[in-house]
């Protein structure tokens, strides 16, 4: 079955600057992969997603990457502010199947 | 569109109680739900996928005479922690999308339920 993984764990970065999480997954058949964004004690939000016919997407301050050949997706987020704190998921899914990786706990320090 | 809708939020009972959680899709009909439970600081763990009309799909691990799954209606599915103790304390989140959407679609989250057994 599918495996996500998802790098780093915990990510701390100062007001202003950019963020990277990075995630790999294991089946070739996963051709959609969301990424989420997860408020404490809130539900999982879409923050963006892209599907396997495009390399990249943007929107706004948010990016997202996927290289199928090397089976990973990364997700950007440019001049970071405080409300970007937030636990991040990246999931890859086939049809209605959805892995999610552990999360990254990302952290904006004003 | 797709909004999903979970109750209840919050539910503090004693050992031994059954609790029932809901979730609803309120604009659109979902034929398969999913639940999923989160330990503190962890990822979604998938507990079941919930199939309208018919059995939900357990994954391994998952005992499904403890957690009763009916989707009775394409709007709603419902959770049913049975006997529950103190170690099924969690939050329980459910998710669905919109099938008319096609493919390759998000899924929508409810609002979560956190439960504590006391």
């Known amino acids: 079955g599918e495996n996500v993984e998802q790098h780093p764990s915990t990510l701390s970065v100062q007001e202003g600057d950019s963020a990277v999480i990075k995630c790999t997954y294991s089946d070739s058949a996963s051709n959609y992969f969301p990424w989420y964004k997860q408020e404490l004690g809130k539900r999982p939000q879409l923050i963006i997603d892209?599907?396997?016919?495009?390399g990249e997407k943007k929107d706004q301050r948010i990016a997202v990457t996927l290289n199928k050949t090397a089976k990973h997706f990364s997700l950007h987020i440019t001049e970071t502010q405080p409300e970007d704190s937030a636990v991040y998921f990246c999931a890859a899914s086939y049809g209605q199947n959805f892995v999610f990786g552990p999360g990254t706990r990302l952290s904006v320090l004003p | 569109g797709a909004v999903v809708s979970q109750h209840p939020s919050r539910v503090i009972c004693k050992s031994g109680t059954s609790v029932k959680i809901e979730c609803r899709s309120l604009?659109?009909?979902?034929?398969?739900m999913f639940w999923y439970r989160q330990f503190p600081k962890k990822s979604l763990m998938l507990m079941a996928t919930?199939?309208?009309?018919?059995?939900?799909?357990?994954e391994q691990g998952v005992e499904k005479d403890k957690f009763l799954i009916n989707h009775a209606s394409l709007t709603l599915s419902t959770l049913t922690v049975t006997s529950a103790h103190p170690e099924d304390s969690s939050f329980y989140i459910c998710s669905a999308s919109d099938p008319l959407q096609g493919n390759n679609q998000p899924q929508h989250f409810g609002d979560g339920t956190r439960l504590s057994i006391l």
């Open positions: 604009d659109f009909q979902a034929t398969t």
């Open positions: 892209i599907r396997s016919n495009v």
């Open positions: 919930s199939n309208e009309g018919s059995k939900a799909t357990y």
